[in-house]
């Protein structure tokens, strides 16, 4: 119920009463006065009058408050239940928002290939450019920064943005839409036994609400698992809940539902959470685990874009965009390597979809104001350039 918190501090002390409630409350525990504001209004909401139903609910940003919002989801709904009298049913646990359409000898140029924006976008461009339709620039430098003998591997990439006529200042940040690993891909294709080229849609099988498709369609499984889901961070509890009544054998459908649930949190933040375990790891740990390949599409998020900081000037580079990135490959705690899904393909010097946004980090106008800087990234380039007049 959505309140101005103003207009609650006047009410009376019997204005709220028949009035029930149930706070869940947004903060983070490293603060000092954590979730003071949901703790206050379900306090002040009860000294009001209202009666609380189910117990205040605390996400912490420092943990994983999407977790915490599901958990206390479950209690609450059990309270209201319990309150109203309805009994909770079981057959609608697991509701589908979209239906599998597959398309045969459907052109080529109606399907999606990974484009961000509009269909078709790869060939034919047309600005204006943003975060629905990013500019997608030519990879034209990539090489390391490092000597031969190091073992780190520092990227230093550049895209041509000439045709675009993009302008950034020093601090802006540039974005990078990655794909994910070609053979993750495939042998997640090949666990579940599907053919990673065939043209499908994901439709919306709610009439009333404006997101037709979770990703954009037609598209093939293989685009969908390079381009738009991702299959590298470990899922949630409420992804491994679904996913349960697809494993065949009970042990490990037991197993994955205790994952999910409050009593297991525990082990879910052991198991998955710190072994880092993806989507394709758990279905080879549980290998009963057979999930239509649609609706696996439909629970995992989307892949989004990684943001790195501009390493060029624009008083030296008007025409391209520099990015130093360092790649990222480590041993989990299982004993599996991980690589980061970005700079790994960065590393195969493929063309890569750009966009900008402004950050906050902005240098002085007047170059003759001093200035400390932590990197010698856009900003000492600036600075450096005002110094010469030009380069």
């Known amino acids: 119920m959505p309140f101005n918190l103003t207009i609650l501090l006047k009410t009376k002390k019997t204005e709220l009463d028949g009035l029930n409630y149930a706070v869940f409350g947004l903060g983070n525990s490293t603060y000092e006065y954590y979730n003071k504001m949901g703790k ?19 996400g912490d940003d420092d943990g994983n408050i999407e977790d915490d919002y599901i958990h206390w989801r479950e209690t609450f709904w059990a309270d209201i239940c319990k309150k109203f009298g309805v009994v909770k049913s079981e057959d609608n646990l697991n509701i589908r928002n979209y239906k599998l359409v597959e398309h045969d000898n459907m052109h080529s140029s109606k399907v999606f290939k990974g484009e961000m924006g509009y269909l078709g976008s790869y060939d034919n461009q047309k600005p204006p450019y943003d975060t629905k339709n990013p500019y997608m620039a030519d990879l034209t430098v990539n090489y390391n920064l490092c000597s031969e003998d190091s073992e780190r591997l520092v990227f230093h990439c550049e895209v041509d943005v000439t045709k675009a006529k993009i302008k950034y ?42 997101k037709k498709t979770p990703f954009p369609c037609p598209t093939t499984f293989r685009t969908a698992l390079t381009h738009y889901v991702d299959i590298t961070t470990p899922p949630r509890t409420n992804v491994i809940k679904d996913l349960a009544q697809y494993a065949r054998d009970e042990n490990e459908k037991a197993f994955l539902l205790k994952l999910s649930s409050i009593e297991g949190k525990s082990q879910y933040n052991d198991w998955v959470v710190k072994d880092q375990r993806h989507i394709l790891q758990i279905l080879e740990d549980c290998p009963s685990l057979q999930p239509p390949i649609d609706h696996l599409l439909e629970l995992l998020p989307r892949l989004q874009a990684r943001y790195y900081s501009i390493a060029s000037s624009p008083k030296i ?3 391209s965009i520099h990015v130093c990135a360092a790649l990222v490959q480590y041993k989990t705690r299982a004993g599996r390597q991980a690589d980061g899904v970005c700079t790994s393909w960065l590393q195969k010097m493929v063309p890569t979809e750009t966009d900008q946004y402004k950050s906050a980090c902005i240098c002085p106008t007047k170059p003759r104001i001093p200035a400390a800087t932590q990197t010698d990234s856009t900003g000492y380039n600036d600075r450096a350039w005002h110094r010469t007049g030009a380069v």
């Not at 206050?40 to 605390?58: F, N, P, Q, Y």
């Not at 839409?177 to 042998?187: D, I, L, T």
């Open 40 to 58: 206050d209004v379900d306090t002040l909401l009860e000294k009001r009058g209202a009666v609380r139903i189910s117990e205040l609910g605390l």
């Open 169 to 210: 200042e020093p601090g802006d940040h540039i974005a990078i839409y990655p794909e994910n690993s070609a053979k993750m891909v495939e042998q997640i294709g090949n666990k579940l036994n599907i053919d990673l080229d065939q043209v499908m849609s994901l439709d919306c099988i709610d009439e009333f609400t404006s």
């Open 317 to 319: 580079h008007p025409r």
